[in-house]
């Protein structure tokens, strides 16, 4: 069965959570390297997840992106 989109976010957002870097969340998410990045984009432009440089890239979830992720665990309770 495809995952939905809605569903790969929130997995996003989750690993995102405590802070990661792409190789993290391409392997906890079950992605691809060449998936992740329009996904990535989508939430950095949405204000979902920030980027910071401590040495290397680690995405983070805003306050914002928790929020979203409470909601959609919520929906993906009463459907699943």
């Given at each position: 069965m495809k995952r939905s989109k809605d569903l790969i976010i929130?997995?996003?957002l989750l690993v995102c959570a405590?802070?990661?870097n792409k190789t993290?969340?391409?392997y906890q998410a079950n992605l691809n390297f060449r998936t992740v990045?329009?996904?990535l984009k989508l939430l950095m432009e949405s204000g979902l997840i920030n980027a910071k440089?401590?040495?290397n890239l680690i995405y983070q979830t805003t306050e914002k992106g928790e929020e979203l992720l409470g909601s959609l665990k919520a929906i993906q309770r009463e459907i699943y």
């Open positions: 929130s997995q996003i405590k802070g990661a993290k969340i391409v990045d329009p996904y440089r401590e040495p």
